[in-house]
């Protein structure tokens, strides 16, 4: 299927579109800045002006591909969540995958870290990815075999010269650790809060405690946008994000980018078998472990330092419970 | 004291060193990404080129200063940490107070979450704050009675028309609450780090968990820069920023700009009785808790709601132990 399309068209068309979608996003926010936006009068009516924004937006894409590419199916993230079905719908067919609007809370409260989210998928991979975050002016995008880029200019990861730094020898110490607390705040030990809590402490805490657990990492940052934080494990800034719950319009597109700047992504919950061979992320899994592009080093190849990354992981989170059919 | 001073000019002066100093930085991190930095040829060289970077655009900056006001002291994060006293330094006579590169854990793995700032002190009172963030090109920046002001040109908070915010009725639910995990790692139950979590925790669990205590906050954050925490708190952004550990330079531009632009600050640590009068923060206290800029409602003045906000957060976090000499 991908040899009849022409990438290099659609890339651009995507790129453009990611703009002007990001364009609308900032020009609703400048709504509510200046007091423009009629629903702002209403008390608490933020919440219903980015629904609105949400919707306009999606509908602003999915009308620019139906337009210009009217054999292609599409995902939206709220056409979806109107439907009935929670079923993984992506099939070998050409499939836009989109969310008009990743960092929901970040846009309410006017937080930078919001953003439009553009991905194209063949034959079940993503093989265009298209991000901007327009308060920030950040175009993050990429096509199969074309690099993964910044604005256009800088391509990612953004240290690669004279190579690409290697995993740290004893990561994830010394890794940027990503995660997002989520929405499922049940007070319960065995609920995805406390799964969640459990790891993050995992991770943060010094070499040796937590029986063995402790991971060091050098940071950890929560930013309210899985696709962001995609984004920036793509530039190298996270060396690892671990996340379960999202679907596969918040990823889509920040694995594409991250894929083409040359990281690995699987799955967050360990197999049973650690040392077997890592598997490749299901795009509709809502279980992702994302690990930044990295360079060999003189005892190890690029990929054996992520494996290794990923195991260490592994070793130090809980499983988390988000489920769906046929998943 | 402050009749004597020309504000208008140190401000200028302040806002102008600090767009300066931040492209310092910029250009520091872009000899790294380009594979020029001379260091970065050699292995795990990455920290030694920040930590030459910090001391640099310290310099930097103190030599400026010195050059144009050669009667005001200087308290820089670098020249700080290599005295041997960890005393509280600021008495009332006019102080700079200058944290060359917060975020060093980002600027580091190049995460463009890293600022200059550079706090302006009289009388024991920031009146001057500027804090440039020079990869995402945004400066924060106010004057006691000037405003506080975003690229010199938006007015903060962002949402002021036709009227600021109040703090929500039931905070700190629907509020973002900003937090970080700091540097104390250790795997004690009384430790900080375990102080901190019990307290995110409390703040993120749906209302009625934790044994009452659950705040149900709309999203958690922790961007590895006080500095920036501020920043956006006083954008209103945030809702709640809760920290200790820091030191008065990762703060005082922060505070400086969050004042004027109408937020609240006291301290991280509940008092005996939390329902006494809230006690205003103290800058070398190294204990921080910061509320937005708040507008009034119909049953409560802006203060009124801050005040509240500060008592529900005091009601769901643990005393943290950051001490120093005379506090």
């Given at each position: 299927m991908t040899h009849a399309l022409d990438l290099d068209q659609i890339y651009a068309f995507a790129v453009g579109l990611g703009r002007r979608a990001g364009e609308l996003l900032l020009a609703r926010a400048e709504q509510r800045i200046s007091g423009t936006a009629e629903a702002v009068l209403e008390k608490d009516s933020a919440?219903?002006?980015?629904?609105?924004?949400?919707?306009?937006?999606?509908?602003?894409?999915?009308n620019a591909i139906q337009a210009q590419y009217p054999t292609h199916k599409f995902l939206g993230e709220e056409t979806y969540a109107k439907g009935q079905s929670r079923d993984y719908l992506i099939d070998d067919q050409p499939t836009w995958v989109v969310d008009p609007l990743d960092g929901t809370v970040n846009y309410t409260h006017l937080f930078p870290m919001f953003c439009v989210s553009i991905g194209f998928v063949v034959e079940q991979k993503p093989v265009i990815g298209v991000i901007y975050s327009p308060f920030q002016d950040q175009l993050f995008s990429s096509c199969t075999g074309r690099g993964?880029?910044?604005?256009?200019?800088?391509?990612?990861?953004?240290?690669?010269k004279p190579s690409i730094p290697p995993m740290p020898a004893h990561a994830p110490s010394q890794c940027v650790f990503a995660c997002e607390w989520g929405k499922d705040r049940r007070d319960h030990p065995d609920g995805n809060l406390y799964r969640k809590i459990d790891s993050f402490l995992n991770m943060a805490v010094e070499r040796g405690g937590r029986e063995g657990k402790g991971g060091m990492v050098h940071g950890v940052r929560s930013l309210?946008?899985?696709?962001?934080?995609?984004?920036?494990t793509a530039m190298g800034s996270f060396d690892i994000w671990w996340e379960g719950g999202c679907w596969e319009w918040d990823v889509c597109a920040g694995i594409a980018i991250l894929l083409e700047a040359g990281g690995l992504v699987t799955t967050a919950n360990p197999p049973e078998d650690i040392n077997a061979p890592i598997e490749d992320f299901k795009l509709g899994s809502r279980l992702y472990l994302a690990i930044r592009p990295a360079?060999?080093?003189?005892?190890?190849?690029?990929?054996?330092?992520?494996?290794?990354?990923?195991?260490?992981?592994?070793?130090?989170?809980?499983?988390?419970?988000?489920?769906?059919?046929?998943?």
């Open positions: 919440v219903d002006i980015v629904t609105q924004t949400d919707e306009d937006v999606e509908s602003f894409i999915r993964a880029w910044l604005n256009e200019r800088r391509r990612l990861p953004l240290l690669q309210g946008s899985a696709t962001l934080d995609l984004a920036y360079g060999p080093s003189s005892t190890e190849t690029a990929r054996e330092s992520q494996e290794r990354t990923v195991r260490e992981v592994w070793r130090r989170v809980r499983n988390l419970t988000y489920e769906r059919p046929g998943c």
